[in-house]
């Protein structure tokens, strides 16, 4: 990831326009912010997964996510399966390990990509 072009500012994240996203259970809120250049942007999501929320796809897209509330399990495609709580963070680059998550209780996220 580059940072470049990307003059330093805040975000309220309260005032950010919320897109729903309908999960094979359960559905994502996410409030979402891009940054820099077209040809390199880095967008920077406040996520919000509903009690029971399943994602309906297999994810290849590199992240680094912050669990801010609640519990996020993701699956990986070898069958792994990682536990986030409150505090604690992954990373996985693109196309590096297909993962898939569901939220049973819910769950807060933060998340650059």
Same mark, same amino acid.
């Given at each position: 990831m580059r940072m470049s072009e990307i003059p330093f500012g805040t975000t309220d994240w309260s005032s950010v326009e919320p @897109?729903?996203?309908?999960?094979e259970q359960g559905q994502a809120i996410w409030r979402t912010r891009r940054f820099g250049p077209a040809d390199n942007q880095i967008r920077v999501r406040m996520v919000e997964y509903s009690p029971g929320y399943v994602s309906d796809h297999w994810c290849e897209k590199g992240h680094i996510l912050l669990c801010l509330e609640g519990e996020l399990e993701t699956t990986l495609a070898d069958g792994r399966v990682m536990?986030?709580? !409150?505090?604690?963070?992954?990373?996985? !680059?693109?196309? !590096? @390990?297909?993962?898939r998550s569901r939220s049973p209780n819910g769950a807060r996220l933060f998340i650059v990509d």
């Open positions: @897109e729903h996203f309908p999960g536990w986030l709580r !409150a505090g604690m963070s992954y990373q996985v !680059a693109d196309k !590096a @390990e297909p993962h």
